[in-house]
């Protein structure tokens, strides 16, 4: 998968074409349905009150500061990556703060991808979110998330060793190095 996924990358920018999109044209990849289905990361963001005065949010650099990648599938584009920008956006048009045919510019991919592909990018993007971005600070949920997404391999003692995870994170490839990046307690990780 390394292999696959480092040509992906190193050919994606001629790969991407910048284009308008409408909102609601975008749907979420079945792969990031099925995670979700596993552990939904939204459901463990703080809750907080919705009602944001129309001109407080800027909508249009939201999408282009957390960019959503997708790809054409039948009248449709499937989104891989911007999964929070996309729940933003779609509670704006909920909320009447921004009208139901309002367009974004959205990355889009000149070709499917392969699942394999597919399911790198998503994971990618969420990983690097929950850990980079640290919207999440509970290790138990941590914990939860990451163990959800990634399988372990078989023979390996977590899933900071499987393939998968090395091929984003080669150096977190314990438990304690995940901790120690993410200034938490091992114990619950």
Request: hydrophobic share 35%; charged share 45%; proline share 0%.
């Given at each position: 998968m390394k292999d696959e996924i480092l040509r992906f990358d190193a050919t994606l920018l001629d790969n991407v074409e910048l284009t308008r999109?409408?909102?609601?044209?975008?749907?979420?990849?079945?792969?990031?349905?099925?995670?979700?289905?596993q552990a939904n990361p939204q459901s463990g963001l703080r809750t907080s009150s919705q009602t944001i005065d129309k001109s407080a949010y800027l909508f249009n650099l939201l999408s282009l500061q957390s960019p959503i990648i997708c790809y054409r599938y039948r009248k449709q584009y499937k989104a891989l990556t911007g999964t929070f920008t996309l729940t933003k956006l779609r509670c704006a048009i909920a909320q009447h703060q921004l009208p139901e045919d309002h367009s974004i510019f959205v990355l889009v991919m000149k070709k499917k991808p392969s699942s394999n592909i597919k399911r790198a990018i998503i994971l990618f993007d969420l990983t690097n979110d929950l850990l980079s971005k640290c919207f999440i600070s509970d290790t138990k949920k941590i914990s939860f998330y990451l163990?959800?997404?990634?399988?372990?391999?078989?023979?390996?003692?977590?899933?900071y060793q499987s393939e998968e995870w090395l091929t984003f994170f080669p150096g977190l490839n314990s438990a304690e190095k995940v901790a120690n990046y993410l200034s938490i307690s091992k114990a619950d990780l």
């Open positions: 999109v409408a909102i609601n044209e975008l749907r979420s990849d079945d792969i990031i349905e099925d995670l979700f289905n163990r959800s997404w990634f399988k372990k391999d078989e023979g390996k003692r977590s899933i």
